[in-house]
């Protein structure tokens, strides 16, 4: 191969600057040539690309956001919209692709493989719900802003003894919020991975009050259920003030921790290693502190993400 492309899709994550920087400079070490994609796979559609160079990336590493840009393009899914966008590459002499994204992304690059076009896949996302990888890009910078947020809901609720609820990211997968729960000294914990009653959080709450519990911080991942009508449900049960309070997008800013700049800079440069080995659809993760690479279409059709349920049962050691 002589030239990539490189792009960013799906929700930005802090450390995917990082990832193309590791992406260019280790493709440039290696004598080939790297497009920037604007916008994930529309601007692959649109055609809208440039060669990078090492200065493009420089004073990136730090930054949060991704400044290829990013986007939700659905129409990715119909396959003369991948025509096009294959049409594109081509033109452009691109022999191969590297995406960071999430699970979704990486469906795009899985059609892509299975089209003809190579694809390396780099799991970007805060939701850390991405197969065959411990933990992906931005997953740490996230989990840091959210129990910065919960410490200080907890100053707040417990000057006035009362019920926060905190909604966190990761759309069905409850591990931000676990870890960021357990960081945070959260009360109860609500996660998509188990079956959710209100009456039985509700009595939950109502046995710590008795207990003295003079305030409570329940953490819920987010699609869980209306976090607001819940405060209500809980105030009117409780008769303790309740309020809830959803992150929201403050969750995906912000310049990336340490870890999540070492781990995009590693993955960005394996994606080039993998390449030069003449690996194809492949998606790379960090498992037991080891970077690995595995089929794309594998890691999508059967890896499941291990859940550590154990360490739920360790937080209610703590309640
Ligand atoms: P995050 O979960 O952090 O938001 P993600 O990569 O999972 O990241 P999605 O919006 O699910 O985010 O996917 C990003 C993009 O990938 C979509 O907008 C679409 O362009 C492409 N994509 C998703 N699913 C498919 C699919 N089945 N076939 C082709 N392309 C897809």
Same mark, same amino acid.
């Given at each position: 191969?002589?030239?990539?492309?490189? $792009?960013?899709?799906?929700?930005?994550?802090?450390?995917?600057?990082?990832?193309?920087?590791? #992406?260019?400079?280790? +493709?440039?070490?290696?004598?080939?040539?790297?497009?920037?994609?604007?916008?994930?796979? $529309?601007?692959?559609?649109?055609?809208?690309?440039?060669?990078? =160079?090492?200065?493009?990336?420089?004073?990136?590493?730090?930054?949060?956001?991704?400044?290829?840009?990013?986007?939700? @393009?659905?129409?990715?899914?119909?396959?003369? #919209?991948?025509?096009?966008?294959?049409?594109?590459?081509?033109?452009?002499? !691109?022999?191969?692709?590297?995406?960071?994204?999430?699970?979704?992304?990486?469906?795009?690059?899985?059609? $892509?493989? &299975?089209?003809?076009?190579?694809?390396?896949?780099?799991?970007?996302?805060?939701?850390?719900?991405?197969?065959?990888?411990?933990?992906?890009?931005?997953?740490?910078?996230?989990?840091?802003?959210?129990?910065?947020?919960?410490?200080?809901?907890? =100053?707040?609720?417990?000057? *006035?003894?009362?019920?926060?609820?905190?909604?966190?990211?990761?759309?069905?997968?409850?591990?931000?919020?676990?870890?960021?729960?357990?960081?945070?000294?959260?009360? @109860?914990?609500?996660?998509?991975?188990?079956?959710?009653?209100? =009456?039985? $959080?509700?009595?939950?709450?109502? +046995?710590?009050?008795?207990?003295?519990?003079? *305030?409570?911080?329940?953490?819920?991942?987010?699609?869980?259920?209306?976090?607001?009508?819940?405060?209500?449900?809980?105030?009117?049960?409780?008769?303790?003030?309740?309020?809830?309070?959803?992150?929201?997008?403050?969750?995906?800013?912000?310049?990336?921790? +340490? %870890?999540?700049?070492?781990?995009?800079?590693?993955?960005?440069? %394996?994606?080039?290693?993998?390449?030069?080995?003449? %690996?194809?659809?492949?998606?790379?993760?960090?498992?037991?502190?080891?970077?690995?690479? *595995?089929?794309? !279409?594998?890691?999508? &059709?059967?890896?499941?993400?291990? @859940? *550590?349920? =154990?360490?739920?049962?360790?937080?209610?050691?703590?309640?």
């Amino acid at each position: 191969i002589k030239k990539i492309g490189v $792009l960013t899709s799906g929700g930005d994550a802090p450390g995917m600057n990082a990832a193309i920087r590791g #992406v260019v400079r280790a +493709a440039l070490t290696e004598g080939l040539e790297v497009f920037g994609i604007h916008d994930g796979y $529309l601007g692959l559609y649109e055609d809208r690309m440039e060669k990078l =160079d090492r200065y493009s990336v420089s004073d990136m590493i730090n930054r949060g956001g991704t400044f290829l840009g990013s986007a939700r @393009f659905p129409e990715f899914r119909d396959e003369n #919209v991948r025509a096009k966008a294959i049409e594109n590459l081509k033109k452009h002499g !691109i022999d191969a692709l590297v995406v960071i994204g999430g699970d979704g992304s990486y469906m795009g690059a899985k059609r $892509l493989t &299975e089209e003809g076009f190579p694809c390396i896949g780099l799991p970007g996302t805060i939701d850390n719900d991405v197969a065959g990888t411990d933990y992906t890009i931005g997953y740490f910078t996230a989990l840091e802003t959210v129990v910065e947020a919960i410490d200080r809901l907890r =100053d707040t609720s417990s000057s *006035h003894q009362r019920i926060s609820i905190v909604e966190v990211m990761g759309r069905y997968c409850g591990e931000l919020t676990l870890s960021a729960a357990i960081a945070g000294g959260c009360e @109860f914990i609500v996660l998509p991975e188990i079956e959710f009653s209100r =009456d039985d $959080l509700v009595e939950e709450i109502k +046995a710590g009050i008795a207990k003295g519990k003079k *305030h409570a911080i329940v953490a819920i991942t987010e699609h869980v259920c209306d976090v607001d009508e819940l405060a209500r449900y809980i105030e009117q049960e409780t008769c303790r003030e309740t309020r809830a309070t959803v992150l929201g997008h403050i969750q995906r800013g912000g310049s990336p921790v +340490a %870890y999540d700049r070492i781990l995009a800079s590693r993955m960005g440069a %394996y994606s080039i290693e993998l390449l030069l080995q003449g %690996y194809g659809g492949r998606c790379v993760g960090i498992q037991n502190e080891k970077l690995v690479h *595995h089929d794309i !279409i594998d890691a999508i &059709e059967n890896m499941k993400r291990t @859940f *550590h349920l =154990d360490w739920l049962e360790t937080a209610k050691k703590l309640y």
